[in-house]
């Protein structure tokens, strides 16, 4: 495994753009209620002064899929970021290649699951409080469940299969990858391309945003956050909770940490 990993260095260094001193601020954040959600005003603030600067690498870290991500950046006036952890941690993307997955950072991912989608599929068939997803994933099998309904017989089942049970939002169960999260996805990049941690800033609003949050970096929960993340959150000087929501939360979080424009 520690061989791996140093092939995938070598190989996902010879991506970057830019020399890791240059980043003053590496942002990873959530889509969904964070990177997109706030006023219409905090937003443009937000991304205008990420436009304005050259010194921030940008990484997307969300549960959305690619069709959608890609549909996401056609939008006039949103920062391009450079990669993309996608798929709740389940896929790596290098914006700039025409969003080609990162196979050196995707391999342990893709062994981990072993093309598990129908075997999962076949396990939950008939669950009760379980909805499938219509969109399609390739290390991740995603429902929609009924809280009220949702047993915890089928999480226990999940698991004993040898897999991860994500809940979040009261809305969304995934199948992970046993040991895949954001976080640690994002922490596998991190240190593949050599980035500055103690420039790294993850933000996040639900419960699968968790694993960022406790993988060391810095971190702020935006003030919209699901009260199970809230709770959960830990307690240590790099995390942050904002009172701005959305947008507005990573722009109060970035000036908390000193994290804004060095020139």
């Known amino acids: ?89 389940t896929s790596v993307y290098d914006v700039e290649a025409d969003f080609a997955p990162v196979a050196e950072l995707e391999a342990d991912i893709a062994a981990r699951w072993d093309n598990a989608n129908a075997r999962v599929q076949q396990l939950l068939a008939g669950e009760p409080g379980l909805e499938l997803q219509p969109a399609q994933f390739r290390h991740r099998v995603s429902y929609y469940y009924d809280p009220n309904t949702l047993r915890e017989e089928t999480i226990r089942k999940i698991e004993a299969a040898g897999f991860d049970c994500l809940l979040s939002a009261d809305l969304y169960l995934d ?13 596998r990049m991190v240190s593949a391309l050599g980035l500055p941690e103690d420039r790294v800033l993850v933000a996040g609003d639900t419960m699968n945003d968790l694993s960022m949050f406790t993988a060391g970096f810095k971190g702020v929960a935006v003030g919209n956050s699901e009260p199970r993340l809230v709770a959960a959150l830990p307690t240590h000087p790099h995390m942050y909770r904002s009172a701005g929501h959305g947008a507005a939360g990573i722009t109060e979080a970035i000036a908390h940490f000193g994290l804004g424009d060095a020139t």
């Open 1 to 89: 495994m520690t061989a791996a990993r140093g092939g995938a260095t070598a190989a996902v260094a010879e991506q970057q753009v830019d020399p890791a001193n240059a980043h003053n601020l590496v942002l990873a954040t959530d889509l969904d209620g964070t990177f997109l959600g706030g006023s219409r005003a905090d937003r443009q603030a937000l991304y205008e002064s990420i436009s304005a600067r050259d010194d921030v690498l940008l990484i997307f870290v969300t549960g959305r899929d690619l069709a959608f991500l890609r549909r996401l950046l056609d939008q006039p006036g949103l920062p391009r970021p450079r990669y993309i952890v996608g798929d709740v941690g």
């Open 175 to 187: 199948v992970l990858p046993r040991g895949i999260a954001k976080g640690p996805t994002l922490r």
